[in-house]
């Protein structure tokens, strides 16, 4: 009889699997110290001639509000003058990738009960970035402009790492790119300078598992659609 030995330790496996995007929170604080720790493991991230091109801006109680309430403002304003300042996305989505953005778009709103003309209730559901969804712990990722899109590969490692580590602590994340349009609103906020890009923002803390949002799953490729292997 063949035993299968498990090729990735359980820990890591489940930290890994058991990750997915949060999008309501408890209240219950997390300390400092956590969030410390979970930056420092994420900063064993490989990167390029080791250049650790990572900065992260933690904002909690009243700093987190503050910066809040301001994006929020201006989102209700004078929305149309804020722009992000990389593309996150391109302008055509080609397939397979619109429909895998399309599924995921109206999973949530169909778990929310929004119809697909209801733009005043997307409008509000997306606006819940903009207060980290209730987390205790906001993040803003920062990178230095003078940098190449290799060191955004690097930014991206350690991100995965974080939100892993996040799961190993039984925490709980979203990624938030939404934050990226309001650049001149957080960097004003929070102070930092006009040399360094918003990579995104990340909500972090405790899943509120009776959140009707945080029932969705999201599915994944078939490993035939996305893996290659050559042996000759
Ligand atoms: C860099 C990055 C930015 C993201 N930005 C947002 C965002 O602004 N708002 C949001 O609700 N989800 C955001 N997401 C979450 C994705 O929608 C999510 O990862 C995807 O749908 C897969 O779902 P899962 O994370 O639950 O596995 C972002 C994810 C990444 C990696």
Redesign the pocket.
Known sequence: MSVTVPAIDPAVFNALAS?????AFKPTPVPMETVRQLLEASSRAPSGTNMQPWLAHVVTGAAKDRVCQAVLHARNTENDKHVAEYN?YPNIFPEPYKSRRRK?GWDMYGLLGIGRSDTDKMFAQ?GR?FVF?DAPVGIFFTIDKALEIGSWLDF?MF?GNFVTAARGAGLDT??????CHYHTVIRSEIGFGADQTV???MALGFADNEAVINQ???ERAPQEDWVRCYDE
């Open positions: 990750r997915r995007s949060v999008r996150y995921v997306t970035n969804f991206g991100l979203c990624a938030q790119a939404a934050w990579v995104c923002g969705l799953v999201t």
